[in-house]
């Protein structure tokens, strides 16, 4: 099983998403301090196919920036309502 794992950062050339010669693919918000500005970029790039987890881990579980819990519930919602 081919996975990848992509930090959410400005630079991060999106399309190759669009490349998938993997499995499954973890999309890494917590790389970012601003995660929701990633929610419209991602929608654009993101293919129905891999499995396409979206992460916003806490520091407490090795995520990077912290980000309250209100507003990881929403940043996943749009992605669920959208996706």
Sequence with gaps: ??????????????????????????????????????VDRLLNYLPIDPITIITLRDPSEGGINPLPFEKKISIYREFITRY
């Design 1 to 38: 099983m081919n996975i990848i794992s992509i930090p959410a950062l400005k630079n991060f050339p999106y399309e190759l998403l669009k490349l998938h010669n993997y499995d499954m693919q973890e999309i890494r918000l917590d790389y970012s301090t601003e995660p929701e500005k990633f």
